[in-house]
């Protein structure tokens, strides 16, 4: 049975969707209430309670002008700058909290074995989530629609690993990140199967602030390989651990919110939500 929190945001996802389509129309609050089928009243406000902002405002930070203005005017003092300007530790979460390490040569090779995951599914704002790890750390986390598919794309990065289905610690801290604050927070591992290649754009990734958005290029240009924007796109798309790896921050340059592993609009999603709970 679906939780609340899995039905308000697949309510919220397919206004997003309809926005992505009808953007230029500007579509109004009864439009969009009319659609998931709630009174504008009780739309506006299960909305504010899920965004912590309105529509109306969510749909101006989600906007290719927004977007656009972002990385023209804010990219310098957020990202740029590595944080000498003495940003907030809430802006900075996965930069602080977050350290990624790279499985052994023997991990990485031999799929998994000698590897005990404790995996488990859980509720996140933006839907289902399944979060596993290994006794160094969290080493796969995805949003999902269906538990078996995504238990079978789990066992496939892994398919010599032994699996238990168990709640950790670990994930539980993993969740707390969706609070986006820093006292309640612990240090987390990200154990992971990647190439040094892989490793140097995710850790790059951690750098992007809460709120912030980049660019492929900036990207390529921070790890000092200033063309490898392709290959950078390769390996952001390949990031295993939705959100804790902040690839959703990643856009196109035209502003375009762009692809993503776990579908466009829960991208779009995240943008406007972690815009809509950061103080400028």
Same mark, same amino acid.
């Given at each position: ?69 972002? !990385? ?26 977050? @350290? ?50 995504? !238990? ?60 912030? !958005? ?6 390529? @240009? ?16 390949? @990031? ?41």
């Amino acid at each position: 049975m679906n939780t609340q929190k899995e039905l308000d945001y697949n309510r919220i996802a397919q206004v997003i969707h309809y926005v992505n389509a009808n953007f230029q129309k500007q579509p109004s609050l009864e439009e969009l209430a009319a659609l998931v089928h709630l009174s504008p009243f009780h739309f506006q406000r299960l909305f504010k309670q899920w965004a912590g902002t309105t529509p109306k405002k969510f749909l101006q930070y989600i906007s290719l002008n927004h977007a656009k203005s972002m !990385l023209r005017d804010r990219q310098a003092t957020l990202f740029d700058t590595s944080f000498d300007l003495g940003l907030s530790g809430t802006a900075r979460l996965h930069d602080l909290f977050v @350290n990624i390490q790279g499985m052994t040569p023997g991990e990485f090779k031999n799929g998994g074995d000698k590897l005990h995951i404790s995996y488990y599914f859980y509720q996140s704002p933006f839907g289902g989530l399944l979060v596993a790890s290994t006794s160094k750390g969290i080493c796969h986390m995805a949003f999902y629609e269906d538990q078996t598919k995504a !238990l079978v794309a789990l066992k496939a990065e892994f398919p010599n690993a032994t699996y238990g289905l168990k709640s950790v610690s670990l994930h539980q801290n993993a969740l707390e990140f969706f609070n986006h604050k820093s006292d309640s927070l612990e240090k987390i591992s990200l154990h992971l199967r990647a190439t040094d290649f892989q490793l140097k754009v995710w850790e790059a990734l951690l750098k992007i602030p809460f709120g912030g !958005l980049s660019t492929y290029g900036k990207i390529a @240009n921070q790890i000092k390989n200033p063309k490898a924007a392709r290959a950078v796109g390769t390996a952001i798309g390949s @990031n295993p651990v939705a959100f804790l790896i902040p690839c959703h921050r990643v856009i196109q340059s035209t502003g375009a919110i762009g692809g993503y592993k776990w579908e466009p609009p829960r991208k779009t999603a995240i943008i406007g939500w972690e815009q809509a709970n950061v103080a400028w």
